[in-house]
């Protein structure tokens, strides 16, 4: 009874920190669009309507990094997940179109994705 006990223990200690850190790994709102580094989501940003005509989502993170850095890490990452680069900040993939907003605050850099069904 007592391993039982600490094995149960120990899986929900494990569960539980490995959400946690799930939840930084990923932009809010986009399963699968990686967080630069150690930027962090910033809270309440998340804008989220599923339509018939498709979804809208935006979402922000912000960190300590040059705009330059992150931008080129997203133009890298975005392609080997599918989305197709048709503009400057702006992405295709599907039916979707994924728009990126980069903001530079003082020593922070602050980005914005918008996804938005292809016009």
């Known amino acids: 009874p ?3 006990m600490n094995a149960t223990i120990t899986f929900f200690v494990v569960f539980f920190l490995s959400s946690l850190l799930a939840a930084e790994l990923f932009v809010n709102g986009f399963g699968d669009i990686p967080i630069y580094k150690d ?3 910033v809270d309440d940003s998340l804008i989220l309507f599923d339509k018939v005509t498709g979804r809208y989502v935006s979402s922000e993170i912000i960190g300590d990094y040059k705009k330059g ?9 975005l392609p ?14 599907g039916k979707e179109t994924l728009e990126i907003d980069y903001k530079q605050e003082k020593l922070k850099t602050r980005v914005r994705f918008s996804v938005s069904p292809q016009k």
């Open 2 to 4: 007592k391993i039982r």
């Open 80 to 93: 080997n997940l599918g989305w197709e680069r048709i503009g400057d900040d702006l992405f295709l993939r």
């Open 69 to 77: 850095d992150v931008k080129d890490f997203y133009f890298k990452v």
């Open 39 to 41: 930027m962090k989501n």
